[in-house]
């Protein structure tokens, strides 16, 4: 079994920024994809960001150029920094592994962007 915590979420004002951190402990063989995903109250979640074990990246159209995924493979941590908040960031964001082909998610971290 693998398990996913996230951390770093918080409340902050429109243009300010946080960092996300999400760790995966357990029973791991090979984690090839680790991402963030988010959902806000009455939408579906979506995808932010995901990193795969090569370095590749992929990323919203809406937080290009004010998020960056990034990855500590020793670790098996996965960040993401996100800059230039904006009030439709406002969301629970959760981490997703993907290890051998098995899906794992955290329990998600509230990001709250005020006015």
């Known amino acids: 079994q693998v398990q996913v915590v996230e951390s770093g979420g918080g409340l902050v004002q429109a243009g300010e920024s946080l960092r996300l951190s999400c760790a995966a402990s357990?029973?791991?063989?090979?984690?090839?994809?680790m991402g963030w995903f988010r959902q806000a109250p009455g939408k579906q979640r979506e995808s932010v960001a995901v990193i795969y074990s090569g370095g590749s990246t992929n990323y919203a159209d809406s937080v290009k150029g004010r998020f960056t995924i990034s990855r500590d493979n020793a670790k098996n941590t996965v960040y993401l920094q996100m800059n230039s908040l904006k009030l439709e960031d406002t969301a629970v964001y959760y981490c997703?592994?993907?290890?051998?082909?098995?899906?794992?998610w955290g329990q998600g971290t509230q990001v709250t962007v005020s006015s």
């Open positions: 357990g029973s791991i063989f090979r984690i090839i994809l």
């Open positions: 997703k592994t993907v290890d051998l082909g098995k899906v794992y």
